[in-house]
């Protein structure tokens, strides 16, 4: 936890933070709403002896008393998806309905590209690319076991991603859920932090910033552009949607989320970020008993 230390003064109640990243955490599923229900979900859990309770807040959230939901019959048949929490935020923040066009910039192994397929009920269209090409056979099989019909699967560097041979010019909606350190992922990967180095932080803000730069020129205007890492890094969320901010293509828009959160900083280490910075949100473990994330919502000027 040493490299988390970083962020004692960004952290309220550092201590109470510390402590619930030592904390394992809790496994949840989220269903595929389009193909089954929530009670048809819960009985098969049921049946099967399985402690399972839906989150109050958002009940298409499961929340599971064993470790390896992926090994359950609901998995197998494509019902539910293994999803830490704060994975399932980001797709319902892209507003999307059925019928649009998404692009999912960053998608293996799938866990919001299958959401986002839910959202729209799988009528339209969800360009999933990734430049990892073992990532991208989990993202396969992934969507395949949900059923889903409405995606198209490409290997692609984000950053130089052309869709027009796909008969795509923009995208109703894009989600970047950007490669990152993955600090806050440490609660269910304890090895998370090993290979943690200031240079491997700093060296991810020109490709993160190249992928977000994408997303909002192949966003059509009025679109929603959704930044999102699971890091604590402000090189790697506030100075990167900071300096898309400049290039002045789009604004950032307030988020409420269901639970406490803490707002975007607008300064790191004597360095001054836009103010609307603190409309992006930083969600930490001792909030609401979940991993760490960040998310920011962009509107593609029109
Ligand atoms: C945080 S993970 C994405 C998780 C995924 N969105 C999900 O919910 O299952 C980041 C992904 O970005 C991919 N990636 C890294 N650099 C990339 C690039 N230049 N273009 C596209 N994908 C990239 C990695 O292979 C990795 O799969």
Same mark, same amino acid.
């Given at each position: 936890? =040493? #490299?988390?230390? /970083? ?30 229900? +929530? ?16 989150? #109050? ?9 064993? =470790? ?8 197998? $048949? ?16 892209? =507003?999307?309905?059925? %019928?649009? +066009?998404?692009? =999912? ?17 799988? +009528? ?20 395949? /076991? ?25 995208? @109703?909606?894009? $989600? ?7 600090? %806050? ?8 932090? @090993?290979?943690? #180095?200031? %240079?491997?932080?700093?060296? $991810? ?21 959704? &930044? #999102?890492?699971?890091? &604590? ?70």
């Amino acid at each position: 936890m =040493d #490299s988390l230390r /970083r962020y004692a003064s960004i952290i309220d109640d550092f201590d109470a933070f510390i402590a619930a990243s030592e904390r394992p955490l809790s496994h949840t599923v989220r269903v595929q709403t389009s193909r089954v229900s +929530v009670d048809r979900v819960v009985d098969a859990f049921e049946e099967a002896a399985i402690g399972c309770s839906p989150l #109050s807040w958002r009940e298409s959230i499961i929340e599971l008393d064993i =470790d390896r939901p992926g090994l359950t019959l609901p998995a197998f $048949l494509g019902w539910v998806h293994g999803q830490e929490v704060v994975s399932c935020l980001p797709a319902p923040l892209l =507003d999307v309905v059925p %019928g649009d +066009v998404i692009w =999912d910039a960053c998608a293996a192994p799938g866990s919001k590209t299958g959401h986002l397929i839910d959202l729209i009920e799988d +009528v339209g269209t969800v360009v999933a690319t990734d430049d990892n090409l073992g990532r991208l056979s989990a993202l396969r099989y992934n969507l395949e /076991r949900l059923g889903a019909t409405a995606a198209i699967v490409e290997r692609a560097d984000a950053r130089r991603f052309d869709p027009s041979p796909m008969g795509i010019e923009a995208f @109703d909606a894009s $989600l970047v859920d950007a490669p990152c350190t993955g600090e %806050g992922t440490v609660r269910k990967k304890p090895s998370a932090l @090993d290979d943690w #180095s200031l %240079g491997h932080v700093e060296s $991810l803000g020109n490709v993160q910033r190249g992928i977000l730069r994408r997303a909002i020129e192949l966003t059509k205007p009025g679109g929603v552009v959704l &930044y #999102s890492t699971c890091t &604590y890094a402000p090189e790697e969320n506030e100075a990167v949607v900071d300096a898309i901010l400049d290039d002045g293509g789009c604004d950032i828009e307030p988020i409420e989320l269901p639970f406490e959160t803490a707002p975007g900083i607008d300064s790191w280490e004597g360095t001054a970020f836009d103010h609307r910075l603190t409309r992006a949100r930083r969600i930490y473990p001792h909030h609401a008993d979940t991993g760490g994330f960040f998310i920011a919502k962009l509107r593609v000027a029109t």
